[in-house]
C-alpha cells in the first residue's frame, strides 16, 4: 500500500507562538547551563554532576565529607591542605587509589573493598592522632565524632595500632512521637541485650553501659530520658547536654 501525505495548512495563535518561544528559551538556557559540565565530564570521566553540595561549596557526598574532614582537622589540616580528586563514590575512591589517580582515600575498615585493594596492590589504614589535641581537633570539627582504637592485625590494611573515626549510630524519633512507644521501643532493646550481637556485628555496641552518652548531636525524646532516669543511667550531665541541645534544637 502506497501512502500519499496531503498538505495542512496549521494556524497558531498567539499562545501557541508564546509556547514556542518559551520552549526555545528553555532549551537555550539549558545548552548555556550544561555545556560546561559536558565539556568537564568529557575531560575528566570520573566527575558527576551533582545537585548537593558540601559545606565548603564542592559537590560532595555529605556523610564522607565529614568522614574525610574528621580526618583531615585530626591531623591538624584542611580541604586547602590537600587536592582533591572527584569520584562520585566511596568504591570509585578506592579504583582511584589503585589506579595511581589518587595517593589517599578513604573506606570503611575490613569492607570488601579494602580487602580488594589490599589483595590488588597492597594498601595500609592511616591513623588518625591519636593524642589528646588530635581526639579534641576531631571532636570540634565534626561534634560526635571520637577516636576509636584499633589493634594492628585485627582487621584487613591495619599494620600498626591506631585510631580512627568512629561515630554512633541511634534510634531517631518524631518530637511527636508518644513516649509510651519510645518507652516500649527501648524496653524491647534493654531487656533483649544479650540477643542483639548475633543479628549484626554492630550490636555487639548495643549494650546497656552506653545506651546514654555525652556524644549526642540530637535532643533526647521524653520518653528515652525517662527510661533511662528509671533505670539509673542518666546523669546531671546528660541534663547540661539535653539543654545544651534543646537550646540549638527548640
Not at 1 to 29: N, Q
Not at 149 to 162: C, F, I, M, P, Q
Not at 166 to 171: M, S
Request: aromatic share 10%.
Amino acid at each position: 500500500m502506497i501512502l500519499e501525505a496531503f498538505p495542512v495548512t496549521v494556524e497558531r495563535d498567539s499562545w501557541d507562538w508564546l509556547l514556542y518561544i518559551l520552549s526555545l528559551v528553555a532549551a537555550t538556557t539549558a545548552i548555556v547551563l550544561f555545556l560546561p559540565w559536558a565539556l568537564e565530564r568529557r575531560r575528566r570521566p570520573e566527575t558527576r554532576f551533582q545537585w548537593r553540595f558540601s559545606p565548603d561549596g564542592d559537590p560532595a557526598h555529605l556523610a564522607v565529607w565529614y568522614n574525610m574532614f574528621g580526618h583531615l582537622a585530626s591531623a591538624g589540616l584542611t580541604w586547602n591542605d590537600v587536592k582533591i580528586v572527584p569520584v562520585p563514590t566511596v568504591n570509585d575512591g578506592v579504583d582511584a587509589l589503585m589506579q595511581g589517580r589518587a595517593d589517599v582515600t578513604q573506606h570503611a575498615l575490613n569492607s570488601a573493598k579494602v580487602r580488594e585493594a589490599d589483595a590488588a596492590i597492597g594498601v595500609r589504614h592511616v591513623s588518625d592522632d591519636c593524642s589528646p589535641e588530635g581526639d579534641k581537633r576531631l571532636r570540634t570539627a565534626v561534634p560526635g565524632y571520637y577516636p576509636r582504637r584499633v589493634k594492628a592485625g585485627s582487621v584487613t590494611a591495619v599494620l600498626e595500632d591506631g585510631c580512627y573515626v568512629a561515630y554512633d549510630t541511634f534510634f531517631a524519633a518524631g518530637k511527636a512521637l508518644p513516649e509510651a512507644v519510645v518507652e516500649a521501643a527501648l524496653k524491647a532493646l534493654w531487656d533483649n541485650e544479650s540477643q542483639l550481637a548475633p543479628i549484626h556485628p554492630m550490636l555487639k555496641e548495643w549494650t546497656r553501659d552506653r545506651a546514654v552518652g555525652p556524644d549526642v548531636t540530637i535532643p533526647y525524646h521524653p520518653g528515652a530520658i525517662r527510661f533511662y532516669k528509671e533505670r539509673g543511667v542518666w546523669t546531671p550531665e546528660m541534663d547540661e547536654v539535653q539543654q545544651r541541645l534543646l537550646s540549638a534544637n527548640p
